[in-house]
């Protein structure tokens, strides 16, 4: 397979007007649960992403037909479904393949997954999965030796269900299975993330009776069946936080179209503490948001939290941007641990930056990174090394690409329109 990275001539402000594609998160969350329709569903915002790719791919090895132009419209008709054993080398791939579970379980009554595999970071259990799973009547075995989970049931019936963790896949998932169960299934302690609340939206559009997506407790009325419908998704919180910070980190001054303002709260926060100026508008046909920086950054401290807290899919790039702030950041990662793969990579470009425990990084502010070879260990550890790179003195080399492929549509387009110096290399 031929390699590619992108090489950043690094120094260049942004500037200009950049629109944000579909939410990544939403999109492989929507086109497994689409499956529950039995029949034809169309899906509109779909980003060109290499996820998006393989969930169509995956969707076909299981019978279902799948018509995907570009464009962003996907057609899915699951009523040519011929198997609910999931088990391809590209559903371990992917990790965001375990909404088959609650999808195939929910239509099917019977599920056979190959366990995710996705993004290095932090252990990523599925335990909560599986107990939702459990309260609704399915029996759940887990097979540790060939990475293989079983699931199947004579009938689901609905349950209350108070997860342990706040987890975004754990509530989608069992959201997904109860839509099909007999009577009320009620959700505690769920995530509230904007693809949560938009994956509930899809259901309701296919039939389903779901309430409270958005808050802490999601009322699931179970139907015996759903229906084809057409769907447009969200815009994509996190590529939209990507380029906030990205405009902060050049000095830039760039205009962020399709965007829904209220989810970037504590982004554009964050980012107005450091300095940066966050205008919100509204140009008649979109929602904008337009980030301007005049001045070195100032040293904030940032923790993740589950929404509407500071995402932990940006932390990365925010810490990027950090390094080249006018005195001492702390970063506080409380969602996954081991998500401070960057750190090493940014080093390589000089920057200051000490591990206080396995969850707490120091980033001590030095005048600009500088240029360096540098490797991506995942999707937004990827987004991170980009942001470093666009900032930088000198040209980066960010390699290992295919991480960032996962998840950002056309970025070295988008960036090169805002003036980046950015192209994809191969060899
Ligand atoms: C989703 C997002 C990912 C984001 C993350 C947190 C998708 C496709 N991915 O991942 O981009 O970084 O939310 O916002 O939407 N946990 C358990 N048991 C479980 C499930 C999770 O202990 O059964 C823990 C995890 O280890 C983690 C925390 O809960 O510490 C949150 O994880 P979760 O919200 O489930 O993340 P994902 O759904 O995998």
């Not at 209220?262 to 926060?269: F, G, R």
């Not at 969850?359 to 990174?369: D, F, P, Q, W, Y």
Request: with cysteine; hydrophobic share 45%.
């Amino acid at each position: 397979m031929q390699k590619e990275w992108y090489e950043i001539k690094g120094g260049k402000r942004l500037e200009g007007t950049v629109t944000i594609s579909g939410a990544k998160n939403a999109a492989v969350a929507i086109i497994p649960a689409a499956i529950l329709a039995g029949e034809a569903c169309v899906l509109e915002n779909l980003p060109f992403i290499q996820d998006v790719q393989s969930l169509k791919e995956i969707l076909e090895e299981l019978g279902v037909t799948v018509d995907y132009t570009d464009g962003g419209c996907m057609r899915i008709n699951s009523s040519t479904l011929t198997t609910t054993k999931a088990l391809s080398e590209a559903v371990s791939s992917m990790r965001a393949s375990y909404y088959l579970l609650g999808a195939l379980l929910g239509l099917c009554h019977e599920v056979e997954l190959a366990l995710p595999g996705g993004c290095v970071i932090g252990a990523r259990p599925i335990d909560q999965h599986v107990k939702g799973m459990r309260a609704l009547g399915a029996e759940v075995e887990l097979d540790c030796d060939r990475n293989i989970v079983r699931a199947r049931a004579d009938k689901l019936v609905g349950a209350e269900i108070f997860f342990d963790v706040v987890s975004v896949g754990a509530t989608i998932n069992v959201m997904l299975a109860a839509c099909m169960a007999e009577g009320m299934t009620v959700l505690s302690n769920v995530a509230k993330e904007p693809h949560v609340v938009d994956v509930a939206n899809f259901l309701n559009m296919m039939g389903a009776s779901v309430r409270g997506a958005g808050t802490d407790v999601i009322r699931i009325t179970g139907k015996p069946r759903l229906h084809g419908c057409g769907y447009a998704i969200i815009p994509d919180q996190i590529e939209t936080g990507t380029f906030m910070i990205a405009a902060a980190a050049t000095a830039g001054d760039v205009i962020i179209k399709n965007v829904i303002p209220t989810h970037m709260e504590a982004v554009s926060a964050k980012l107005m503490e450091s300095g940066a100026r966050v205008i919100e508008g509204d140009d008649g046909r979109d929602f904008y948001l337009r980030v301007i920086m005049n001045e070195r950054p100032r040293p904030i401290n940032v923790k993740t939290l589950p929404y509407p807290g500071f995402p932990t899919d940006l932390q990365q790039p925010m810490m990027a941007y950090l390094c080249a702030a006018n005195g001492l950041s702390t970063i506080n990662e409380t969602i996954f641990e081991n998500r401070f793969n960057h750190v090493r990579e940014l080093r390589r470009m000089g920057a200051s930056i000490s591990l206080k425990d396995a969850s707490t990084a120091r980033v001590k502010g030095i005048n600009a990174l500088r240029g360096a070879e540098i490797y991506a260990s995942d999707l937004r550890a990827g987004a991170s090394l980009i942001v470093a790179g666009l900032a930088a003195s000198g040209t980066t080399c960010v390699h290992n690409i295919q991480f960032i492929d996962r998840g950002y549509e056309y970025l070295e387009k988008k960036l090169t329109a805002l003036g980046a110096e950015i192209s994809r290399k191969m060899k």
